[in-house]
């Protein structure tokens, strides 16, 4: 019987960078002797004897047959899979493997329009089409949430060829669709189901946080452990279950997206984290639940301000994931964001144009709560403006509104658009021109334009619209949004 208590690779890791020996392997610096003296001063020269390779004693990342292999098997049995992989290119390579393993060149999926770019890199690397699905969509605060199973149900009506199905669970904003609906008019086809549960990995580990997606039938998930847990940054980790994914197709993906010299570091951060869990995570988590309620409450009772609540089930909602609407103190979330982060050394995870969103996680403290209040009252005292008419532009600005309005239209399928011969021209001129980019503005980080699709008027006021209030774009080759490349004709 797996022991959890075990932290395998971690021991491993911790002899190694103890053991009295002449390094002739890589990486360089051999064991922190060669690091620079800045670098040393500022982390500690110890962090850097553990900075290892692939050596025996450390397994294989792609064979694993050693402590690897066994952090892996206590990994699976922790968050509920039959087998894991512990990844080291964060989720983006584990999302892009979901997708080469179930889709070849010219294969269906279906997909939420409010997908990561992760996913359009996927599409490209491996040929899939898109078939897109508008998601479930609020447009007085103006989030997007999950697709609804009758939009799947449609959608797989139409495309009963499609290969395989991917959801967003959690969203940004902690809203969770109903996965188990999906799971199962998914399955009815006799395809997977992928989600891609990034910000969902502390699911498991309290009975007050929404169903994880492999207990609600999911057949592959992608978390990131570092975006909830306590890994260290694109630590993550890709869980299967059941028969309808090949696995042997899956390893062969994982190694195609996923590094040769992987860092032994983010491997470590990752068994400790799995550990840590498995063994205190509903304690861990009960705190983590109190403080998040106590900010909520706080934080509602300050005029002008509102926090976010998902009807109509609590279990809908990851309660740790805190959205706060400032938009009725006159101000924009951009504006928001910038007074807390400057004026009150408070820094949240995004903003947009209405809200401002918060991860809190086992990470945070009672201390952090306090300061987080603390500077939204001082917001709402001391930054209030008087609220903007539709005519002067604040309700009229809604910014995703035309992503959930307007279908995708496709060209040419992604990958073929990729790796088209481009030209690049003043974006004036790209209007029903076939984007050759991807193109991502932040907020809210969701692909506006990607390779193979039309480009339209609307498209671009809504980029123009993004920078006008603060935001910024992402991917292309041309940040400021002057040019764009497309397909040349």
């Not at 983006?92 to 997909?111: R, V, Y």
């Not at 599409?123 to 078939?131: Q, R």
């Not at 939009?151 to 959690?170: C, F, G, N, R, T």
């Not at 820094?347 to 945070?364: D, K, V, Y």
């Amino acid at each position: 019987m797996l022991n959890q208590n075990q932290t395998p690779l971690l021991d491993a890791i911790i002899s190694n960078a103890k053991r009295i020996h002449a390094p002739f392997y890589t990486p360089g610096h051999k064991q922190g002797k060669g690091i620079s003296p800045k670098l040393a001063a500022a982390f500690g020269k110890s962090i850097f004897r553990a900075d290892l390779t692939e050596l025996t004693e450390l397994d294989c990342l792609f064979a694993p047959d050693g402590v690897i292999r066994e952090a892996q098997q206590l990994a699976a049995a922790a968050f509920g899979a039959s087998q894991t992989w512990i990844l080291v290119n964060g989720s983006t390579c584990g999302i892009e493997a979901a997708i080469l393993a179930t889709c070849g060149n010219g294969d269906k999926i279906i997909l939420p329009r409010n997908v990561q770019s992760s996913v359009i890199s996927g599409l490209i690397i491996s040929g899939a089409i898109p078939i897109f699905i508008n998601p479930e969509y609020d447009s007085t605060l103006d989030i997007a949430h999950s697709i609804a199973p009758q939009s799947l149900e449609k959608a797989l009506q139409k495309h009963a060829d499609a290969k395989a199905v991917m959801i967003v669970y959690p969203t940004y904003y902690g809203v969770c669709g109903d996965i188990k609906a999906i799971a199962k008019i998914t399955h009815e086809y006799n395809i997977p189901l992928l989600v891609d549960e990034a910000h969902g990995a502390h699911f498991k580990f309290h009975p007050e946080l929404p169903i994880p997606a492999l207990e609600a039938g999911a057949d592959l998930t992608v978390q990131s452990i570092h975006k909830t847990l306590g890994a260290m940054t694109q630590a993550s980790m890709l869980h299967l279950q059941g028969d309808r994914i090949n696995f042997n197709r899956l390893n062969q993906a994982l190694q195609i997206v996923q590094s040769t010299s992987p860092s032994y570091l983010l491997l470590a951060s990752l068994d400790a984290a799995r550990q840590q869990m498995a063994i205190q995570g509903k304690e861990l988590l009960t705190y983590t639940l109190q403080l998040a309620d106590k900010a909520r409450k706080r934080i509602n009772k300050i005029p002008g301000l509102s926090v976010f609540n998902f009807p109509p089930s609590p279990s809908s909602l990851d309660k740790t994931r805190l959205t706060v609407t400032v938009s009725e103190l006159g101000i924009t979330g951009f504006e928001a964001e910038e007074i807390l982060d400057e004026q009150f050394n408070v820094t949240p995870e995004f903003a947009s144009l209405q809200h401002l969103t918060f991860i809190i996680s086992l990470g945070n403290t009672a201390a952090d709560i306090e300061q987080l209040v603390k500077a939204f009252t001082n917001l709402a005292k001391q930054y209030s403006k008087p609220l903007l008419t539709a005519e002067e532009g604040l309700e009229n600005i809604v910014l995703q509104i035309f992503l959930w309005d307007n279908p995708v239209i496709l060209e040419l399928p992604p990958r073929q658009a990729f790796f088209a011969t481009t030209e690049t021209l003043p974006i004036e001129q790209t209007i029903n021109r076939t984007c050759a980019e991807i193109i991502c503005p932040y907020p809210p980080g969701i692909p506006v334009l990607m390779p193979g699709e039309i480009v339209t008027t609307a498209a671009l006021e809504y980029l123009k619209n993004i920078q006008k209030m603060g935001g910024f774009i992402s991917n292309c080759a041309d940040i400021s949004l002057r040019t764009l490349k497309i397909v040349k004709e």
